[in-house]
């Protein structure tokens, strides 16, 4: 089945598109760019703390905390100390991944918990926006084949 033949506003096109999202990351120019985006956006919430939702966040927050100069770091979700922190996510449908690490944060002492999203495929599902858990949202987008090309 082809995402063409999906109703946009499906679960299934969602994923397609959140899969496809995580797969522009293995170019490294797209890469780039994305942690340079999440460099910009953890700076403006003030955080130098990044934690990866899940695997396929890992290489997008390892790559804004070694060209970050320092200013970020990178930790494990269940071993960050910080009291400010920001989750990192890929791509998310549902938000079920970014929610349960949020939780987990705040269950070892987070008191303030972002979350940055490379491309937030279904906000109308993932409820960030009204979700206690989160003192802060952001959504950074994947580029274009024809930007990623540049």
């Not at 995402?3 to 506003?9: C, F, N, T, W």
């Not at 955080?47 to 200013?71: F, M, P, V, Y």
């Not at 109308?124 to 540049?150: I, K, Q, W």
Request: proline share 3%.
């Amino acid at each position: 089945m082809d995402l063409i033949d999906l109703p946009p506003e499906s679960i299934a096109a969602g994923a397609m598109r959140a899969a496809a999202s995580v797969q522009s990351l293995r170019d490294v120019v797209a890469l780039r760019r994305a942690a340079s985006q999440l460099i910009d956006a953890a700076a403006s919430a003030g955080c130098d703390t990044l934690i990866a939702a899940n695997a396929a966040a890992e290489a997008l927050t390892t790559a804004a905390a070694l060209i970050s100069d320092g200013r970020l770091k990178s930790a494990d979700r269940r071993h960050a100390s910080g009291k400010k922190v920001l989750i990192i996510d890929t791509a998310t449908v549902t938000g079920n991944n970014t929610r349960a690490c949020a939780a987990e944060l705040r269950a070892q002492g987070a008191t303030w918990v972002g979350a940055v999203i490379f491309d937030r495929v279904r906000p109308d599902l993932d409820g960030f926006d009204v979700d206690s858990l989160f003192d802060s949202v952001t959504t950074l987008y994947a580029p274009s084949a024809a930007e990623r090309s540049d």
